[in-house]
Nanobody, 133 residues
Framework: EVQQVESGGGSVQAGGSLRLSCTVSGFTFDEVDVGWYRQAPGNGCELVSIGSRHSTAYYADSVKGRFTISQDDDKNTVHLQMNSLKPEDTAVYYC???????????????????????????WGQGTQVTVSS
């Protein structure tokens, strides 16, 4: 059974850092790409980053230069290091996986994270990130 566990959310002041982690079981990083979405209240679901062993990492323009995605094979964990955080980064962050090679435009078709993830084992439960000014 595939499972995912997210951790690392919390509250931080603007300019601070947080690291989100997504520990998965049931597959390897040779089989899937893992990404992060986020959704702030009143906003749509935003694709933040995709990590892949088979291609260059993807980052949304809003986080380029501040966020870094990485994979820890020994722990089967994907990390999202978030630096220089801004209040507009405040959101619930979701980890998700898909088979390798899924195009970015297809990753980006989710309009509402919270409802889309229901019943999907490929999505984590979400973790809150709050950045205060």
């Amino acid at each position: 059974e595939v499972q995912q566990v997210e951790s690392g959310g919390g509250s931080v002041q603007a300019g601070g850092s947080l690291r989100l982690s997504c520990t998965v079981s049931g597959f390897t990083f040779d089989e899937v790409d893992v990404g992060w979405y986020r959704q702030a209240p009143g906003n749509g679901c935003e694709l933040v980053s995709i990590g892949s062993r088979h291609s260059t990492a993807y980052y949304a323009d809003s986080v380029k230069g501040r966020f870094t995605i990485s994979q820890d094979d020994d722990k089967n964990t994907v990390h999202l290091q978030m630096n220089s955080l801004k209040p507009e980064d405040t959101a619930v962050y979701y980890c998700a996986y898909y088979p390798i090679g899924r195009p970015v435009w297809l990753w980006s078709t989710v309009s509402d994270c919270a409802s889309f993830r229901v019943g999907k084992s490929a999505w984590g439960q979400g973790t809150q990130v709050t950045v205060s000014s």
